[in-house]
């Protein structure tokens, strides 16, 4: 790169001479200047996206706690079902045993009702037999007296 005086041409004087290396200076502090400008605003952007990440980030997890809580809550109605319907199911099974007892001891009582009724039966067909053998021998007896 060439001065600055020799672009406004040979002989003319600068309105403002200044040294080479002054302008050098100033061109390298506007630079740093600039680059730390674009850095405050890279850096400024990158907070801004943090906080967005973190806010986002939050948001899911307080959703996702949600669902999880209902799940939990569920869960636990769910257990406290399974519990009752165990102890009611284990009170049926008793129960059901208790009248599979009393239906055993009631057909076991028929089958005794039926065996005094059978055993009535024969009483009394051996007592007929007996009635009907003591009249032929009275009747047997009344007719050798009559003779």
Known sequence: RSSFRSQRGPGVPSPNPQPVATMLSRLLKEHQAKQNER????????????AAATCLTEALVDHLNVGV??????????DHEVKTLQVQAAQFAKQTGQWIGMV????QALKEIGDVENWARSIELDMRTIATALEYVYKGQLQSASS
């Open 104 to 107: 055993e001891n009631f057909n």
């Open 69 to 78: 809580a209902q799940a939990y809550m569920n869960q636990r109605k769910l």
């Open 39 to 50: 850095k405050e605003l890279q850096e400024k952007r990158r907070r801004e996206a943090i």
